[in-house]
């Protein structure tokens, strides 16, 4: 790992490369800044943080897990006209003089720890990427900047949002700021609602991330997101690495892939991307039951250890759900744990955190049946591998509910 000074570069390789901003002492949101001529954006688009976790065409994208901002870069698909991209840190309260360590890590062996002694500021621009003569390089910036997000966003252009009086009536609404704000549900049973975009449609973004457990193995950090979709027929439909599902036709979601690791710099992250219209294609609402699942060749290791999160994104608008599950002896040979589930309507969608946990031992998967103007989790769906439908799974699921696609 080499480490850069204040003011230090080094060249890139390849095309991708990912940063991960860890702030320890203080809560800090990260965010990254696509910068044109004169070091502005050139609008609302081109600011990565939590409420838009991807821009530039999946350019720069944002993850977060353990209190870590993970960026994802991807220099191919950066525009010509990009001159640089700058990752900042800010806080809502205090400065980062009461932070005890402010490191940034790269993918390529770079590391840049920022001082945070005697810092008076409440913002951070922490490093850039930029191209010289043809070449990417990373550079260790460390410059405070004074005010938080907002000040920041406002300095690089990007028009904010901010509290006001009710404007008076006009004919024609001005388009909406940028809005710097998210939420994070912690208990269970606590929801809240996005609305969804009837003219533009677009996609759901469902992301799982987890941690590494610190337990001196890489063998049994693998952890993999599964959904269980319910039609408006009554019909169960299966989401997985085994059975990924299109956008474009039933289920009207898509696992994007399996991630078998996590380490300390590069949490693990799945994601499954949801048709925004999934309740008008499908003809009726639609629930989904979003979970995460440790096999049992990972070993005794507790679900909980890892750290789970799931977020749940849509134009700008981000719910995360962040239960503390409960670890020790009560967590072992739980496999699965439920998440969260979302309820898809016509013009909204509704998120809300569950918790609930497998029975131990059990292999069966979470299945979802409306209740009550509601839905309810039980744990009596068939077992399904990464391999799909086995001889042991089909003798394991046997007398169990069925699902339609498998």
Request: hydrophobic share 40%; charged share 20%; net charge neutral.
């Amino acid at each position: 790992m080499t480490t850069l000074s204040m003011g230090a570069n080094t060249p890139l390789s390849g095309q991708k490369v990912s940063l991960t901003i860890e702030v320890t002492g203080a809560a800090a949101d990260a965010s990254a800044l696509q910068l044109y001529a004169g070091g502005k954006v050139r609008g609302d688009g081109d600011m990565c943080f939590f409420n838009q976790p991807a821009i530039g065409g999946g350019a720069v994208c944002l993850s977060t897990s353990g209190g870590r901002s993970i960026f994802e870069v991807d220099t191919s698909r950066i525009a010509v006209d990009v001159e640089k991209i700058v990752f900042t840190a800010t806080l809502d309260a205090g400065n980062f003089g009461a932070a005890s360590a402010v490191t940034v890590t790269g993918s390529q062996g770079h590391r840049l720890i920022v001082d945070t002694a005697g810092r008076s500021e409440a913002a951070l621009i922490l490093a850039e990427i930029y191209q010289r003569n043809g070449q990417w390089k990373l550079r260790n910036v460390s410059q405070g900047f004074n005010g938080g997000l907002a000040a920041l966003a406002t300095h690089f252009g990007v028009e904010v949002a901010a509290p006001q009086p009710a404007p008076k009536p006009a004919p024609a609404p001005a388009p909406k700021p940028l809005s710097l704000s998210k939420i994070t549900l912690t208990k269970p049973g606590e929801s809240s609602r996005i609305s969804l975009n009837k003219t533009s449609g677009g996609i759901v973004r469902v992301s799982a991330t987890w941690i590494d457990n610190g337990d001196d193995r890489d063998d049994n950090d693998d952890l993999d997101l599964r959904a269980g979709i319910l039609m408006p027929d009554g019909a169960m439909h299966w989401l997985a690495t085994s059975h990924p599902g299109s956008v474009n036709a039933p289920p009207f979601a898509r696992h994007m892939g399996d991630v078998t690791s996590a380490s300390v710099d590069a949490p693990g992250t799945e994601i499954i991307e949801v048709a925004s219209d999934i309740s008008q294609k499908a003809g009726g609402p639609v629930g989904m039951v979003f979970s995460v699942y440790s096999a049992i060749s990972n070993g005794p290791v507790s679900i909980a250890s890892l750290c789970p999160e799931m977020s749940i994104e849509y134009q700008g608008k981000q719910v995360n759900c962040a239960y503390k599950f409960p670890d020790g002896k009560v967590a072992k040979s739980v496999y699965t744990y439920v998440i969260g589930t979302v309820a898809f309507n016509e013009g909204d969608l509704d998120v809300k955190l569950s918790g609930a946990t497998s029975p131990k031992h059990s292999e069966a998967t979470p299945w979802i049946t409306r209740e009550g103007g509601g839905m309810k989790v039980t744990f009596d769906g068939a077992p399904v591998f990464k391999k799909g439908r086995t001889l042991a799974a089909r003798m394991m699921g046997a007398g169990k509910k069925k699902y339609a696609n498998i």
